[in-house]
């Protein structure tokens, strides 16, 4: 190749390249989805077990299309398959799901059905039992037992195995390709029990990948609450020269006074709002359900 030509070529690679470094300085790569866990897992003794039960019980709202999450308990079996039980929301719509694993090469593989049938809002009763090798994984009237090899569930934790450790007991929503929002719509598990009606207790809270701030979760004994919706405000204020009272809204009572805007974050629901106010000559009393679905405002004027 002569001088001449070379050099043109080396001119159009470096040319090429410059365009690459601009086009990818103007159009950066959009950050990628995350993968979360929130809810609770297991902090107290190692209990075996040869059966787990409890109630799930979710709410109407907006939910979420285009991904796909799960709400579930999760528990290891004495043959190291890690087994499931609960709900899957597959395109926005809702589902009883079901999985356990094997150990294949030293790689864990999935056994799950993540449509098993459709479910609608309200309470669902959930459980598996376990014995002879086999796990009866039943939601609501509905049953299916599959071969895992295990003959009793581990409660604990952690596991251990191959000199690898894995998280052990959890009743948890994971959400794939989370993007910011979540659901607007509560999980609520209670009456988690093991055998001969055992409450499974001293649960602590479990969140991965997601900010606490984005989500709140209530624990209280076998009882785990995972309020999803992202909070809204309710704002009262009262025009008045001069006096003061209090406003009770769910379990909050805050004194007021004059003039004064004051704000309460709650999650999205039905409230009853009620407010005390007394000057030195009248006294005004109110009472209100409101559907808190975006932020409201309350703003009376009273006469001193």
Do not use: C
Not at 179 to 186: E, F, N, Q, T, Y
């Amino acid at each position: 190749m002569k001088l001449w030509a070379l050099i043109i070529v080396l001119i159009l690679i470096l040319a090429g390249l410059l365009y690459l470094g601009f086009f990818n300085d103007q159009h950066p790569k959009q950050s990628q989805p995350t993968h979360i866990y929130l809810g609770a897992i297991y902090n107290g003794p190692l209990k075996k077990t040869d059966s787990i039960s409890g109630n799930l019980y979710f709410n109407g709202g907006q939910n979420i299309k285009g991904i796909q999450y799960y709400v579930v308990l999760s528990v290891w079996d004495s043959n190291n398959s890690y087994d499931q039980i609960g709900i899957s929301s597959v395109d926005g719509l809702f589902f009883s799901t079901y999985s356990y694993t094997e150990i294949i090469n030293g790689s864990i593989k999935y056994e799950y059905d993540a449509t098993w049938f459709p479910i609608r809002e309200g309470l669902h009763i959930f459980g598996m039992t376990i014995g002879n090798g086999y796990v009866d994984f039943k939601f609501d009237n509905v049953s299916i037992k599959k071969f895992t090899g295990g003959n009793y569930f581990v409660v604990s934790k952690t596991i251990t195995f191959d000199q690898k450790e894995y998280t052990g007991f959890t009743l948890y929503e994971e959400i794939y390709k989370f993007s910011g929002k979540l659901p607007a719509i509560s999980f609520n598990f209670t009456d988690v029990m093991a055998a001969n009606n055992q409450e499974i207790n001293d649960l602590i809270p479990l969140s991965q990948n997601i900010s606490i701030d984005l989500n709140t979760v209530m624990i209280n004994g076998n009882t785990v609450n995972i309020y999803n919706q992202n909070p809204l405000t309710l704002k009262v204020r009262i025009d008045s020269p001069a006096g003061e009272g209090f406003i009770d809204v769910a379990d909050i009572n805050e004194s007021i006074k004059n003039n004064i805007t004051y704000s309460i974050t709650l999650i999205p629901g039905q409230y009853n709002v009620k407010i005390e106010f007394r000057t030195s000559i009248s006294a005004y009393n109110y009472s209100k359900n409101i559907s808190l679905y975006k932020n409201v405002w309350i703003n009376e004027t009273v006469e001193s």
